[in-house]
């Protein structure tokens, strides 16, 4: 079955960056793209952007623009998610979650603390 | 960028029936936004209850349904019970881009 699978817990300071992997099984993954979902604490789901794993090709938020960049390595079914220059409030919960019918990885919680 | 509006909290008996919606600024909401409804508990990762409009997963309990409702997309609980408490969320796609509600709170007492 269709399952996908996140790297686990990162700790950061701001200024850094992160980069979260989210390995597919169960399904063809060039067939459908990959989008991330960010949750900070106590709030709400926050689109962050998608990779089309055929192609390469990439739409963010505008809100992530810049600061993001979502790729994915083929032939081991990987997306990865990479964040640079972290805030405070870039703390949370980034899953991986894929288009059509939306199934989700169990999440990533990126800290970023001083 | 559009925006997607819920209501922030609802409350239903247990055995009841209960209906979430999910509105989008830039109009009536059809089946061309695929809309998606979620469940989240407490600690735990979303869960994919409703996509393209009403279609469920085999672990879609029947009592949720989904339909579009007077321009919103809609989530009708049908026979609450008290694991139905729990946050949720609806997705609209606008070419690609998704774009969450702010979630609706659902107490069953």
């Known amino acids: 079955q269709v399952q996908l699978v996140q790297s686990g817990a990162e700790q950061r300071k701001p200024g850094d960056s992160v980069k979260v992997s989210c390995k597919a099984y169960?399904?063809?993954?060039?067939?459908?793209?990959m989008h991330w979902v960010r949750q900070a604490p106590g709030q709400g789901l926050e689109w962050i952007g998608w990779?089309?794993?055929?192609?390469?090709?990439?739409d963010y938020a505008d809100k992530f623009q810049g600061r993001v960049t979502i790729s994915r390595d083929t032939p081991t079914a990987t997306a990865y998610m990479e964040l640079r220059d972290l805030k405070f409030e870039d703390t949370g919960i980034y899953y991986c979650?894929?288009?059509?019918?939306?199934?989700w990885g169990q999440g990533t919680l990126v800290t970023v603390s001083s | 960028q559009a925006v997607v509006t819920q209501e922030p909290s609802l409350t239903v008996s247990p055995g009841g029936t209960v209906t979430l919606t999910c509105a989008s600024s830039t109009g009536t909401v059809t089946s061309d936004h695929f809309p998606y409804w979620f469940q989240q508990k407490p600690g735990q990762a979303p869960r994919t209850l409703i996509y393209d409009t009403n279609d469920k997963h085999s672990w879609t309990p029947v009592r949720f349904s989904g339909s579009l409702l007077r321009g919103k997309a809609a989530l009708t609980l049908s026979g609450a019970q008290p694991e139905d408490e729990a946050d949720y969320y609806c997705?609209?796609?606008?070419?690609?881009?998704?774009?969450f509600g702010g979630g609706t709170k659902l107490t069953v007492l």
């Open positions: 169960g399904y063809d993954f060039s067939g459908f793209y």
């Open positions: 979650t894929r288009a059509v019918r939306a199934y």
């Open positions: 990779v089309n794993p055929s192609s390469g090709g990439t």
């Open positions: 997705l609209l796609s606008y070419r690609g881009a998704w774009v």
